[in-house]
């Protein structure tokens, strides 16, 4: 079993809609969640960090943690064309940040 | 700021051949961590280091791979004796001194090295 659980999608929605998309991790250990966006062939740049459980909101992004489910979460609102991108969650234990265990990925894509 | 710095983007090596990929961390960063990503699959941690040392190696694989972050210059990610499976997209990131519980020690990546190998 993988320590981060990431549907690959793909996910395809229309211009405007609610994007919601979702992590599971099994260790326990697990403090800070942040959420990659990652456009085809270049590197991951940080969206969202959220440090234990609760909300952040940054713009038209909101991340959500449940630690006791073990269940994060990113949302966007009025999703764009723009917004078409993988997007990847990534969590440590440490407070370094040094090791992050990534999921697999979830590939979006914003009709307009 | 000219951020992570990778390169080459592209290398193309046969079997048995070395490859060397190289990373310039953000300025005033002082931590380089090398990310592999295989296709279909996410970013696996390889190695993390400081300069002039090796803080984690824990995701490297135990042979042919070998990293170093030298006092002076880039931080190389080495393979010896490429094989097919080794084909995949290398990323570097960086990050600041630590901060510790203080705050979030934020990792900025560059835009990869995609290694294939006849």
């Known amino acids: 079993q993988k320590e981060v659980e990431q549907d690959p999608g793909p996910l395809s929605v229309p211009e405007g809609a609610i994007v919601s998309l979702n992590c599971t991790y099994s260790n326990s250990a697990f403090q800070y969640f942040m959420w990659y966006r990652q456009y085809s062939r270049k590197g991951p740049e940080l969206l969202m960090y959220t440090y234990s459980s609760g909300n952040k909101e940054d713009g038209r992004f909101t991340a959500q943690v449940d630690k006791s489910s073990k269940y994060i979460s990113l949302f966007i609102r009025d999703s764009q064309p723009s917004d078409s991108a993988t997007y990847l969650c990534?969590?440590?234990?440490?407070?370094?940040?040094?090791?992050?265990?990534f999921g697999e990925g979830t590939q979006l894509t914003v009709n307009p | 700021n000219a951020g992570v710095m990778q390169n080459p983007r592209h290398l193309v090596r046969r079997r048995g051949q070395e490859a060397r990929l190289r990373c310039s961390p953000m300025k005033g960063h002082s931590h380089v961590y090398w990310y592999r990503q295989l296709p279909e699959e996410g970013l696996k941690f390889m190695v993390y280091l400081q300069k002039e040392n090796i803080i984690d190696e824990s995701g490297m694989p135990k042979e042919r791979f070998s990293a170093e972050f030298p006092k002076e210059g880039p931080s190389i990610l080495r393979i010896q004796q490429v094989v097919r499976g080794d084909s995949a997209a290398y990323f570097c990131?960086?990050?600041?001194?630590?901060?510790?519980?203080?705050?979030?020690?934020?990792?900025?990546f560059g835009a990869g090295s995609r290694l294939t190998v006849l």
């Open positions: 990534a969590m440590s234990s440490d407070t370094s940040g040094s090791r992050l265990t």
């Open positions: 990131a960086s990050s600041p001194i630590g901060t510790g519980a203080s705050g979030a020690n934020v990792l900025t």
